[in-house]
């Protein structure tokens, strides 16, 4: 039995410490807001924060976790800058079909906690690993400036 | 006129058969040791041949498996997803392909009709069944150094394993590699052909790990330099060099390129799981060798081969000292920070969320960069042959596993990525170009024809 702390709660899981935290979160848990696609870190959809970092948990084994608070996008909302950027995407109406979205959302909190005022290239480093197949790369951009700007 | 062509010729004599002594000298894998050797038979110490003592009552059959792992038979004997044992895996070399062969107790293709002299012939002296001399790319010369018993319980094993149907694939050489009978003069310069000789200034412990890193497990096939006659040359022992197509690296004690900074249980560690923290893991045939030999060790074992490589003498190799230090948390700072950026764009893609802008992974220690003597190896080989074919590892301690990127990007990409890995992580950035990656492409063993993802 693993113990987890997801979006600020305890919660005890029994599975193989191999799993990975997707299928935890997804099949375990119930938490489906974090999306599976490629299965191999090359999309994005599946990124979770863990320790305030953000990480694709298709790749990380819940054995990994160990005390590190994991917050997902069921859970963003609490956060004082996932706050900002939800509402920013709402505004911007970023989603197109929206399957790449949570994972956009969790990068783009994660990025605003560690740089405040990210340019276009800060930007581009920090979200060239979350794809999006309905290309709404321009709105997305523009959402996190506009999360950036209420920051400031 | 006379005296001088004589002069000439005797000059050119001395030359040559100096020359020929000095690759002879480089024959021998142990005389590094000094001291004084003996027969098995007269060495009063403990059992350092055959199998360790929690296996001593098993059978035949038990023992010729623990012993077939340690001889890692099976990484040259299988080839990329075929049936274990049944041949066929490409070995490139500069002058064609070799490929290995069924052994596998199938009458007709594989080792079904050996008898044990027959068998003993093949692993000793390189001489198949029907006469037909074996290219070195069997490790022969290394195996010799193996007790019958030892090879005659391996056969056992392999006799256990179902029959497969496998003809074997026809070698591509170029003249004079196709002349097999040119290799009687190879076996005379560089088969010793002679079983383990214990080496009584040594402990019992250095003489298992001998008997293991030698006789076995044959690591200078692939860490040892080799000379013009492609023979192994024990004067840069374990120093380090290319093969097929990926660095085997320097594990001399040198404290610079080789394992010299190393602890005990680093080396411990990754001789049983091909990982040791700080140091990263082993990929490509490294990983091979962790997944199908060296994790199937039994703990005094992987000790006494630890023991034995500490005993190596350092060689420096041309590799500069491991940066052990993270690189900075943005993108911005850090030595790579504008030297390449379409590496960079490629690494933000691609590799950031696993291994990190700092090369600490915050996922899992496997993905960490820092301190890995593949990123810290200037000519940045083994990272675009891991970017290249991806690592896919069971280990004890789980799965290690990163995707395949050799089929999804072009050369310069990859060529890109690899220079700033090697400069943003590593002690110097590589200058590869894309050209020198498909060279790479052509040289690695395994091409696996699909991307393993998921
Ligand atoms: S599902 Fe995890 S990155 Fe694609
Ligand atoms: S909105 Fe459809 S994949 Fe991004």
Not at chain 1, 34 to 39: F, L
Not at chain 2, 379 to 388: G, L, P
């Amino acid at each position: 039995m693993l113990t987890l702390t997801i979006n600020g709660q305890s919660r005890d899981v029994d599975v193989p410490e191999d799993m990975p935290l997707l299928w935890v979160l997804r099949d375990h848990l119930s938490l489906v807001g974090t999306k599976y696609g490629c299965g191999i870190a090359q999309c994005g959809v599946c990124t979770v924060h863990v320790a305030g970092k953000p990480v694709r948990s298709c790749q990380l084994t819940v054995g990994d976790v160990g005390t590190r608070a994991i917050v997902t996008i069921e859970g963003i909302g609490s956060t004082p800058n996932g706050a900002k950027v939800q509402k920013a995407w709402m505004e911007a109406a970023v989603p197109q079909c929206g399957y790449c979205q949570a994972g956009q959302i969790m990068s783009a909190t994660a990025l605003l906690d560690a740089n405040p005022q990210p340019d276009d290239a800060d930007i581009d480093a920090a979200m060239a690993g979350n794809l999006c197949r309905c290309g709404t790369y321009i709105r997305i951009r523009r959402a996190i400036k506009n999360a950036a700007a209420k920051s400031a | 006129m006379k005296k001088i062509i004589g002069i000439v010729v005797a000059v050119i004599v001395v030359v040559a058969l100096g020359f020929a002594g000095w690759l002879y000298l480089g024959r021998d894998p142990m005389s590094f040791a000094g001291g004084s050797t003996v027969a098995l038979a007269d060495y009063h110490g403990a059992d350092v041949t055959g199998v360790p003592a929690q296996l001593a009552s098993a059978d035949l059959v038990k023992r010729g498996e623990y012993l077939t792992h340690a001889a890692d038979c099976q990484a040259c004997h299988t080839a990329p997803g075929g049936a274990p044992f049944a041949g066929g895996f490409a070995f490139n070399m500069p002058f064609g392909t070799i490929y290995s062969t069924n052994i596998t107790p199938d009458k007709q293709t594989g080792i079904g009709k050996y008898t044990d002299t027959q068998f003993l012939a093949a692993v000793h002296k390189g001489i198949r069944a029907d006469g037909a001399k074996l290219y070195p790319a069997m490790p022969y010369s290394s195996y010799t150094y193996m007790t019958d018993a030892d090879a005659l319980a391996i056969k056992a094993y392999l006799f256990t394993l179902a029959p497969v149907n496998a003809p074997a694939r026809q070698n591509q050489l170029s003249w004079p590699f196709s002349q097999r009978s040119l290799l009687a003069l190879w076996n005379v310069m560089f088969n010793p052909d002679e079983r383990f000789r214990p080496n009584t200034s040594e402990s019992p412990q250095w003489n298992r790990g001998a008997y293991l890193a030698e006789a076995m497990g044959h690591c200078g096939d692939c860490h040892t330099p080799r000379n013009l006659a492609f023979a192994l040359d024990n004067h840069g022992k374990f120093a380090g060099t290319l093969t097929a197509g990926w660095r085997a690296y320097n594990i001399t004690g040198d404290n610079v390129s080789g394992l010299g900074d190393w602890s005990d249980e680093d080396l411990t560690s990754y001789l049983s799981t091909g990982h040791a923290n700080g140091h990263g893991g082993a990929a490509g045939p490294m990983g091979e060798a962790a997944d199908d030999s060296l994790s199937y060790l039994v703990p005094d074992d992987t000790r006494a081969l630890a023991t034995y490589l500490r005993s190596i003498p350092a060689h420096a190799s041309d590799l500069p000292r491991t940066v052990t230090t993270a690189a900075p948390a943005s993108y911005r700072e850090g030595v790579a920070a504008d030297a390449n950026s379409r590496g960079e764009k490629i690494f933000a893609g691609a590799c950031a969320s696993c291994h990190d802008w700092t090369g600490v992974s915050p996922v899992t220690g496997f993905a960490t960069l820092t301190g890995v003597r593949a990123v810290n190896d200037p000519s940045a080989t083994n990272v675009a042959q891991t970017v290249i074919n991806g690592v896919n590892r069971k280990t004890t301690d789980g799965r290690i596993f990163m995707p395949a990127f050799g089929a999804g990007y072009s050369d310069d990409d990859i060529a890109a990525v690899a220079n700033y890995v090697t400069a943003r992580f590593g002690a110097k950035g590589a200058d590869l170009t894309g050209k020198d990656v498909s060279a790479l492409r052509q040289q690695a063993a395994q091409q696996s024809k699909e991307a393993p993802n998921g």
